[in-house]
């Protein structure tokens, strides 16, 4: 099992990211994530089956205290931003900080910006975004939609597959014995 959380501000999607991939549904009018909400999603790749255990995480700072716990034991963190919204692009500074001080030194980061079926609103550009990214070193960036669904699924498939092959000697270990 590998524990991937979605962090970012309130409301630029991280509870409707994890709903499209666990059940396929989106709802418009998501209730506030209040702590924590979980899901899982089965991946098979190659003779190995596994879980990620997908943890949604509360955006408003009056959460921020708690949500801290979390970063513990998370093999990979989706640091996610809403393309509509510059400051919550501005905000991923503190967020990857956050991270950098809570996660264990090997965490997979990934940079996700949602909303992208709300184009004609973009406040944040993509090359702003790869630019964050190359600059902080995360290991991709995509910009998703969990309304359409467009590159969810390619998140996390990517997700599992890095966790996979960054993990892969300990899991043949795990399914040998």
């Known amino acids: 099992m590998f524990k991937l ?4 501000d309130s409301a ?4 409707c990211l994890m709903q499209r991939i666990t059940t396929n549904e989106f709802n418009e009018d998501h209730e506030v994530t209040v702590g924590v909400e ?3 999603l089965v991946v098979k790749m190659e003779q190995s089956v596994f879980k990620l255990q997908i943890w949604d995480t509360a955006g408003q700072e009056s959460f921020k205290s708690i949500t801290k716990i979390f970063y513990r034991g998370a093999q990979c963190v989706f640091l996610c931003f809403d393309i509509t919204r510059m400051d919550t692009f501005l905000n991923l500074e503190t967020w990857l900080r956050e ?3 809570q996660s264990e030194p090997n965490v ?10 709300r184009e004609e609103q973009r406040e944040v550009p993509t090359e702003q975004a790869q630019e964050f990214q190359r600059k902080h070193g995360i290991a991709h960036y995509l910009e998703t939609s969990a309304k359409t669904g467009e590159n969810v699924k390619e998140i996390f498939t990517l997700a599992a597959k890095m ?9 043949t270990e795990m399914r040998d014995k």
């Open 5 to 8: 959380i979605v962090i970012g």
């Open 12 to 15: 630029v999607g991280k509870s």
């Open 38 to 40: 979980f899901g899982t």
């Open 99 to 101: 991270v950098r001080q």
């Open 108 to 117: 997979v980061v990934v940079l996700l910006g949602n909303m992208k079926d």
């Open 163 to 171: 966790l996979y092959f960054n993990n892969k000697d300990n899991l």
